[in-house]
């Protein structure tokens, strides 16, 4: 894993590494960590970048805009904001940043949001592999926005296409990371695309995905997704 620090304050950078250093010292992950002190600096770098927490109100650019750029061309990485304004926020959501994290900086707060960030991490990054008919197929697992059995075929839907695999929903369930939900013995969903639910169905993806609600397992269902919520939000 590699994640980068951009701050023009040396001891925003020297306190981060070390917070970061902390952080994974009792974890099997031991990261790279890059140090900038603007922006030019930041989209020079050759090495693909996880996590990168950037100050905004950098000498040369705003360091938001400037992860931003960065993020287009690898869009899995999870960038954190660090500033001591609050009139950034808005901005942090135009540009997609995942936190937005005060100074000074609180170690308890953020390490907190580093267990956000790496469950997320995770989320995005993890793939399963598929077997079908005549080969196999890899596929991310943010990409998924539900599966289902439909006339004893296995069938995931995704953002971008329906793919039908041999895998049976057993198979998928034990592939599968933190963020999906069995609904019932043959329908899996992802929270991450929940549009809205009730107590019979859930709307996924902008209400393009329908799925039903067994009346028995509405209260775990939706204990589940506030607790997924609540530890990535």
Do not use: W
Not at 21 to 36: E, G, H, L, R
Request: some cysteine.
């Amino acid at each position: 894993m590699n994640i980068a620090i951009c701050d023009d304050d040396e001891n925003i950078l020297k306190q981060i590494t070390m917070f970061i250093k902390d952080y994974f010292d009792n974890t099997s992950i031991t990261p790279q960590t890059f140090q900038f002190k603007n922006g030019n600096q930041m989209r020079q770098c050759k090495t693909p970048i996880d996590i990168i927490f950037a100050d905004i109100e950098l000498p040369d650019s705003n360091g938001l805009k400037a992860a931003y750029e960065i993020k287009k061309n690898h869009p899995n990485m999870i960038i954190i904001v660090i500033t001591s304004y609050d009139r950034y926020l808005d901005d942090a959501f135009e540009y997609d940043a995942y936190r937005f994290i005060h100074k000074p900086i609180e170690k308890a707060y953020f390490n907190s949001v580093m267990d956000n960030a790496l469950n997320r991490y995770k989320h995005i990054t993890t793939r399963i592999i598929l077997n079908q008919k005549n080969e196999i197929k890899a596929l991310y697992t943010n990409e998924i926005v539900m599966i289902e059995k439909n006339n004893r075929k296995t069938v995931i839907h995704t953002i971008n296409s329906n793919i039908e695999t041999c895998n049976t929903i057993e198979d998928l369930v034990s592939m599968l990371p933190p963020g999906f939900y069995r609904i019932h013995k043959t329908c899996i969903i992802n929270f991450s695309y929940i549009s809205s639910f009730n107590h019979e169905t859930v709307q996924l993806y902008n209400n393009s995905y329908l799925a039903y609600i067994p009346r028995r397992r509405y209260k775990d269902f939706k204990n589940s997704y506030l607790f997924y919520m609540s530890s990535t939000s």
